[in-house]
């Protein structure tokens, strides 16, 4: 049973397990979709933007029969006009769950501290573990398996590779990120990923040479330069990342039959050039639609009985 959803890290593999095979028997049909939302609202409370994320969970709620009420932070001030302890206090009186992109992770824990009702994140600074559902059942379709792949992540170390760091390691995946120095997986999560993956067996390695991870890749995965939330420093942090485009020449040091994922939105011409994200090998906008799927799923392991 999941009450809470904030970090791929702490959910257990046989809970993702469960989402996975739940979304897969979904979106091929073979059983129909549970209204375990009815009568149920919902809070999806963003401070960041987003298309993806935001209308895949609207349409989620919908389909499973429960009422979504978008707020963003000109209605509430996290952290400025009210604390997330209040914010909780309050929404628990109110609606059956809040979903939340914050900036700060610790808002997300604060909320948790107090909820009567289940909290799940929807990127936060350290993690966004819906994309990492989304992305290991697409990985499940295209490859068959996931056990044994290697998965070669190039860009800035921060939310969307971490939870892909911690997913890969619960199963099986050898992971590996190339980041600008600067901007790498911060080492007390690299040394927490370690712990976990000396359990699991899986390979992880923090780089910096984009040519390493692509060698003998069967994912290659990037993502935006710059993490939103970090416009201040765009110029430097595109200029650290200059040479980390997932280009061409890159993709022929993977394996033939290398897969091409991005969780979007892409700077086309920036970290992957056109000629890969429009190519046969790309499957950007099928790990997209997974976010639907996966999150149908995750909702009905919280509310379903
Ligand atoms: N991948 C992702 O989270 O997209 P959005 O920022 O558009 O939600």
């Known amino acids: 049973m999941i009450k809470n959803f904030l970090t791929i890290a702490e959910i257990s593999r046989k809970d993702i397990r469960d989402i996975l095979s739940l979304a897969e028997r979904l979106k091929k049909g073979l059983i129909k979709i549970k209204k375990v939302l009815k009568e149920k609202n919902i809070v999806i409370f963003f401070q960041k933007p987003s298309l993806r994320t935001r209308i895949s969970l609207e349409c989620?709620?919908?389909?499973?029969?429960?009422?979504?009420?978008f707020l963003t932070d000109n209605e509430v001030g996290l952290g400025k006009r009210e604390i997330a302890k209040d914010v909780i206090l309050d929404l628990n009186r109110f609606v059956d769950g809040i979903i939340a992109r914050v900036y700060n992770h610790k808002d997300l824990e604060q909320m948790v501290r107090y909820a009567e009702i289940p909290v799940i994140n929807a990127?936060?600074?350290?993690?966004?573990?819906l994309q990492a559902l989304a992305d290991l059942l697409t990985i499940k379709e295209k490859k068959g398996k996931l056990k044994g792949l290697n998965l070669g992540f190039i860009g800035y170390g921060d939310n969307v590779p971490i939870s892909?760091?911690?997913?890969?390691i619960k199963f099986g995946i050898n992971f590996s990120i190339a980041s600008s120095p600067n901007y790498s997986i911060p080492l007390s999560?690299?040394?927490?990923?370690?712990?976990?993956?000396?359990?699991t067996k899986a390979k992880i390695l923090f780089l910096s040479e984009p040519d390493l991870v692509a060698r003998n890749a069967d994912i290659l995965y990037?993502?935006?330069f710059v993490p939103m939330g970090k416009e201040k420093e765009a110029n430097k942090i595109r200029k650290a990342f200059k040479k980390f485009s997932v280009t061409k020449e890159l993709l022929k040091l993977?394996?033939?039959?290398v897969i091409f994922m991005h969780c979007l939105p892409a700077y086309r011409g920036?970290?992957?050039t056109n000629d890969i994200i429009d190519?046969?090998?790309?499957?950007?906008?099928d790990q997209a639609e997974n976010r639907l799927w996966t999150t149908i799923a995750l909702f009905i392991k919280i509310y379903g009985t």
């Open 164 to 168: 892909l760091l911690f997913a890969s």
């Open 123 to 129: 990127l936060s600074d350290l993690e966004h573990p």
């Open 189 to 199: 999560i690299q040394e927490k990923a370690r712990i976990q993956a000396s359990q």
């Open 279 to 285: 190519s046969q090998l790309s499957i950007v906008f």
């Open 60 to 69: 989620a709620i919908d389909k499973l029969g429960g009422n979504s009420i």
């Open 254 to 257: 993977a394996k033939r039959d």
């Open 270 to 272: 920036e970290e992957v």
């Open 222 to 224: 990037t993502q935006q």
